[in-house]
């Protein structure tokens, strides 16, 4: 069965240091979307993806976070520098046809930053 | 931002117990999902609703979508030990395809 890979499975770093995180989505799915779940919490989409193109980021702290699907396939999330504050599981999830509301979700990666 | 809120945010059942939770919004929703996370897990699909008054079961487990598009419900029937997990309620913010998560409800099935 495809599903949506996502590395690296676990990071941790230290304050104001750059880190990323990779997203292969399933094969096919044109909407891809990166979400961080922080503890106890509810998944807070960062940035939905449409093919190659940013279709919102609203909520995606631009100073320090950037994403990018450059052929519209994989897709990566950048953290530079990052703060205490970014530790939470950060999650990638695409899906065929968003008017489902089925998004394939990956295992994510948990960042925790010292 | 539209915001969904569920309850309880947590339960303890006895194995064999039927279940009920809620998810509740201010605003509309013109379609309801509901989500199961597992442990160090993504979230994964349960039920989509997609009418307002449906009625949808897959297994054990029937939501409803509310009448007044502002609030969905999910029953679990006869619990098993695998059902533990937090259940999370989501919907499209309006006229996006931009999925919102509801704050979750933490069940634990006690054998």
């Known amino acids: 069965e495809a599903e949506v890979a996502q590395s690296p499975r676990y990071k941790i770093t230290e304050k104001s240091q750059a880190v990323a995180f990779w997203c292969d989505p399933i094969?096919?799915?044109?909407?891809l979307y990166w979400y961080r779940q922080i503890l106890g919490q509810g998944p807070e989409l960062l940035v939905q993806?449409?093919?190659?193109?940013?279709?919102?980021d609203s909520q995606l702290p631009k100073d320090r976070f950037s994403a990018e699907r450059l052929k519209g396939v994989d897709s990566t999330l950048k953290i530079q520098p990052a703060e205490l504050g970014d530790s939470a599981m950060y999650l990638c999830?695409?899906?065929?046809?968003?008017?489902?509301?089925?998004?394939?979700f990956g295992e994510g990666s948990r960042l925790t930053v010292l | 931002g539209q915001q969904l809120n569920q309850s309880p945010q947590s339960m303890f059942i006895q194995e064999g117990e039927d279940v009920s939770m809620n998810c509740t919004s201010s605003?509309?929703?013109?379609?309801w999902l509901w989500y199961k996370q597992d442990p160090g897990e993504g979230p994964v699909l349960l039920i989509a609703?997609?009418?307002?008054?449906e009625l949808t079961s897959n297994g054990r487990l029937t939501a409803q979508f509310g009448i007044t598009r502002k609030d969905s419900f999910l029953n679990i029937s006869a619990s098993i030990p695998s059902d533990v997990g937090i259940y999370f309620c989501?919907?499209?913010?309006?006229?996006?395809?931009?999925?919102?998560f509801g704050t979750g409800t933490r069940l634990k099935v006690l054998a």
């Open positions: 999830a695409s899906s065929v046809d968003p008017n489902t509301g089925e998004l394939f």
């Open positions: 094969s096919g799915h044109a909407t």
């Open positions: 993806f449409q093919d190659e193109s940013v279709v919102d």
């Open positions: 989501a919907g499209p913010e309006s006229g996006t395809y931009k999925y919102i």
């Open positions: 609703l997609y009418k307002a008054g």
């Open positions: 605003s509309i929703f013109n379609t």
